[in-house]
């Protein structure tokens, strides 16, 4: 067999010893798949799942990678309105994801840390990696002891309370979203379980999402406004956010924020959607020429799964009602005093290791007041928007060069 030919070769002979009966594969994916085996862990035998990239397929999507990079620079390149959807950053981040997926430690990586911001979270149970048996080709982590959550009659057999379960998929997704900022990101029925005990417990982590301080913030803020139907306030904290230019009218995208809410408002409580929410947000952002947030994509898709199952599982969940508690009180914790005061301390910190610079920042600031006085220093507005207007000009010219040059190449590909 030629995984354990892989596993041999990758863990070594020493370990490969102590994993018994391997078998067929029981699940596979594109570039990977899954056999079942047990190994001796501390003196006690343990049943795990062993992931096992397939041969050469990580040459295979750089391949197809690089070719959908420069499909994305050309057209990024070629037409001034696809300069707002960041299609370049959008593919590096697929890159990015698509890297880590090839390289099981980082996988291994990314479980653990869910683990261990999951760990105290009721209902959710991320299964033990075994490090010993995990290199970058094959991952060895505990045997999941649970049915498919697409199986909802042996878990309603299990006794486990379906509109329960539902709700706490999605009050926990959001928990890893806002508190903290890393989340499973392929929350589809195949990757998630449920045991007796009424636990989700997911798997296959090579795809986790990642949202910065600022970013989880904001997003709590936006949902928790359209949750109040507060959208001065939601149109507000996408102007904070740098999320609409400042030279956009306020009032105008309170109004479209509107458009979106107030319809998904009206309609019944099993057709309402956050992420249909979020959907519906990003329609509206060429209006106001908002740039694109690659982060928050995949946040959207990855809301959008979470919703679907949970609907499947119980249709008339309140996305809302479910989601509300859960954003409350990540607000509140943020805004609290001990927040304010340590986001206040760790300020100062940062003010402080600079005071070293400051003499010389001094000098340097009563030199350019000598020469504007002396009238040798010129910062007219004038003199600012021509030098801007000429690095305009020498950008459009290297990037007309680079594009033909690269359909040149193209076109030669095609011909011969």
Do not use: C
Not at 31 to 57: C, F, M, S, T
Not at 287 to 314: C, D, H, I, S, W
Request: no cysteine; charged share 25%; proline share 3%.
């Amino acid at each position: 067999m030629i995984q354990k030919k892989i596993i041999k070769k990758e863990i070594g002979e020493n370990y490969y010893r102590d994993i018994t009966q391997i078998s067929e594969p029981i699940a596979a994916a594109s570039i990977a798949q899954v056999h079942l085996a047990k190994i001796k862990h501390e003196g006690k035998e343990k049943q795990v799942a062993i992931k096992i990239l397939r041969p050469d397929i990580e040459k295979l999507f750089n391949e197809e990678l690089d070719a959908l990079m420069l499909f994305a620079y050309i057209v990024e390149n070629t037409f001034t309105k696809a300069k707002r959807l960041k299609l370049v950053e959008v593919v590096h981040l697929l890159r990015e994801i698509t890297n880590i997926e090839m390289d099981l430690r980082f996988e291994a990586a990314a479980a653990n840390e869910l683990y261990e911001n999951t760990k105290n979270d009721q209902g959710f149970v991320v299964p033990k990696i075994y490090w010993n048996y995990t290199t970058k080709k094959i991952l060895t982590l505990d045997k999941v002891e649970g049915v498919s959550i697409r199986e909802i009659q042996k878990i309603n057999d299990l006794g486990v309370d379906l509109k329960k379960l539902a709700e706490s998929l999605i009050q926990l997704f959001l928990t890893q979203a806002v508190r903290d900022g890393f989340f499973h990101g392929d929350m589809h029925q195949g990757n998630l379980f449920v045991d007796a005990k009424g636990n989700i417990i997911p798997v296959d982590f090579g795809i986790m999402g990642r949202l910065d301080k600022n970013n989880r913030k904001f997003l709590a803020e936006i949902l928790y406004g359209f949750i109040k139907r507060d959208y001065v306030k939601v149109a507000e904290v996408h102007f904070q956010a740098g999320l609409v230019p400042k030279a956009a009218s306020k009032e105008e995208f309170a109004q479209a924020l509107r458009s979106v809410g107030e319809p998904i408002f009206g309609q019944s409580i099993k057709d309402i959607s956050g992420g249909n929410l979020l959907a519906q947000l990003f329609e509206i952002t060429e209006k106001f020429n908002m740039p694109t947030q690659p982060p928050l994509l995949l946040l959207q898709k990855t809301m959008v799964v979470v919703e679907g199952v949970a609907r499947r599982l119980y249709p008339e969940t309140n996305i809302w009602e479910v989601s509300r508690p859960v954003l409350e009180d990540w607000l509140k914790n943020v805004k609290s005093p001990k927040s304010t005061f340590d986001t206040a301390i760790n300020t100062s910190s940062e003010i402080l290791k600079r005071i070293p610079d400051l003499p010389e920042l001094m000098d340097r600031a009563d030199y350019a007041l000598k020469l504007m006085a002396d009238g040798n220093l010129n910062l007219a507005l004038g003199t600012n928007k021509n030098l801007e207007l000429e690095q305009m000009k020498i950008k459009n010219f290297r990037n007309n060069i680079v594009i033909s040059f690269f359909g040149v190449v193209i076109v030669f590909l095609l011909v011969f």
